[in-house]
């Protein structure tokens, strides 16, 4: 007989290896920065952004909102923790301009995320209606996040060429989006359903513009490249 809960631990724990990937695949970006000791214009705002993400579907995760999750804690804690080495390295490198405005974001966020704790725990007092309030806020995040992808895509469109959109992120965006919407399908969860499902169409729209416009793509062309990653972790 099919172990159903044990297909889907393996389904969430491969789930983990693709958005770890997802996770780690600006580090070539931070290596730079350190090396010239200077962010440039590379922006914070995917990162600070990416944070929030990563508490909201952290505390989602947790018992006593939505039991039975431990796989979306591991990897958004672990999420968490990468984002916060990515800010740091931007706080340390940036100007006291741009180090105020990242700043005065993290200081709105840990008031969001404060206010979204504390209004849980005290108002909501099942785990059914815990699981809804922050499922729709995370599906919100993550709508939120789409942001970057469109305007990549948008520029592919407008250009002509796929130079910056890597093939490796778009397909692993894709099995990302693929992998999470199975293990939501697996045990019925619609607040990880929606934005992978999401996800995967996204991912999908970037295979398709890259297979469109690989041909028409000028490789030697030395355009400047866009300041901000496309990093886009569902869950």
């Known amino acids: 007989m099919v172990n159903v809960e044990a297909i889907r631990i ?27 000791k200077s962010v440039g214009e590379f922006k914070a705002d995917p990162y600070v952004a990416t944070l929030l993400n990563c508490a909201m579907w952290s505390f989602y995760g ?25 800010i740091a ?15 005065i974001a993290l200081l709105v966020e840990v008031i969001l995320f404060a206010v979204v704790v504390f209004v849980t725990l005290h108002f909501l007092h099942t785990t059914e209606g815990r699981s809804m309030i922050i499922g729709i806020l995370c599906i919100v995040c993550n709508i939120i996040m789409y942001a970057s992808p469109l305007t990549i895509m948008k520029m592919v469109i407008k250009t002509k060429s796929v130079k910056y959109m890597p093939f490796t992120l778009s397909l692993a965006n894709f099995c990302n989006g693929i992998v999470w919407f199975i293990y939501a399908l ?36 030395e355009d400047e490249k866009p300041k901000s990653e496309v990093q886009l972790s569902d869950v």
């Open 62 to 86: 947790m018992p006593f909102v939505h039991p039975d999750s431990v796989l979306i804690i591991t990897i958004n804690g672990c999420g968490f923790v990468i984002e916060l080495i990515y």
């Open 10 to 36: 393996i389904v969430g724990i491969i789930g983990n290896v693709i958005s770890f990937f997802l996770f780690t695949s600006p580090f070539p970006t931070f290596v730079k920065i350190i090396k010239q």
């Open 186 to 221: 697996i045990k019925f969860d619609p607040y990880i359903l929606v934005p992978n499902g999401l996800g995967s169409i996204s991912g999908l729209v970037q295979l398709i513009l890259y297979a469109t416009y690989y041909k028409t793509t000028n490789w030697d062309e």
């Open 89 to 103: 390295i931007f706080l340390t490198y940036s100007s006291n301009a741009k180090r105020r405005r990242i700043l």
